[in-house]
Structure formats: structure tokens, C-alpha cells
């Protein structure tokens, strides 16, 4: 059975940095891609970052662009994002989430990715 488990969540103050770790079991990592996506209150959950199967390729919304950076650690098994320079406006609860197939080219719709974290909260104060 296919598992993430998202930490690292907080409350922090707007211009501050955070770090969230994705922990993945159950399917082979190294071959699938991952994505983090967001979702604020009252709000429809957005795409935010996404990393493909190898790490070579990332794919990031406007909004964070310049901000954020995911990364992986295939070893591991853990997907990175790395929150600077944080605006009140991101905050939400932030899901990861892995692809359906495996080597494929990453995207932003949520329809190519079929498992899903518990999501964890970020809080950024103004």
C-alpha cells in the first residue's frame, strides 16, 4: 500500500522559511514523479511544485516561483520543499502527492497523481 507523510509544518512569520519533507512507501520511489500541491481555506487545492522521476526536471507555479525549491532524495525516499521568503498568502495545508505511472513526463493537473499525503499546515503570519 502506497503511503506519504508530509512534515514539517508550522506557523512562521512572513519573510521566513520553512522546510517540508515527503515520506514515500510502498511503491518504488526512484521512478515515479512527485508533486506538492496546496490548498487554503475556502479555496480549491492548487499545484504548487513538481519534480519528475529523476530529478532533472521541476515544474513550479507563478506564485512561488523564485521562492520555492522541491528536490528528492531518492535514498531516501523523501521529497523536499524548501519555503523562503513566505508571504501570509501561502498559507494553507500542503499535500504531496505521487504519479500514476511511472517515467512519465510531470504535470500540474491533479488527475496524474493518484496517492495522496495527509497534507500538513502552514501558517504564515503578517
Known amino acids: 500500500q502506497v503511503q506519504l507523510v508530509e512534515s514539517g509544518g508550522g506557523l512562521v512569520q512572513a519573510g521566513g522559511s520553512l522546510r517540508l519533507a515527503c515520506l514515500a512507501s510502498?511503491?518504488?520511489?526512484?521512478?515515479?514523479?512527485l508533486a506538492w500541491f496546496r490548498q487554503a481555506p475556502g479555496k480549491e487545492r492548487e499545484f504548487v511544485t513538481a519534480?519528475?522521476?529523476?530529478?532533472?526536471?521541476?515544474v513550479y507555479a507563478d506564485s512561488v516561483k523564485g521562492r520555492f525549491t522541491i528536490s528528492r532524495d531518492n535514498p531516501k525516499n523523501t521529497v523536499y520543499l524548501q519555503m523562503n521568503s513566505l508571504k501570509p498568502e501561502d498559507t494553507a495545508v500542503y499535500y504531496c502527492?505521487?504519479?500514476?505511472?511511472?517515467?512519465?513526463?510531470?504535470?500540474?493537473?491533479?488527475?496524474?497523481?493518484?496517492?495522496w499525503g495527509q497534507g500538513t499546515q502552514v501558517t504564515v503570519s503578517s
Open positions: 502527492a505521487v504519479q500514476r505511472q511511472p517515467f512519465r513526463t510531470i504535470y500540474s493537473d491533479p488527475v496524474e497523481y493518484d496517492y
Open positions: 510502498g511503491r518504488t520511489f526512484r521512478m515515479y514523479g
Open positions: 519534480i519528475n522521476w529523476s530529478g532533472g526536471s521541476t
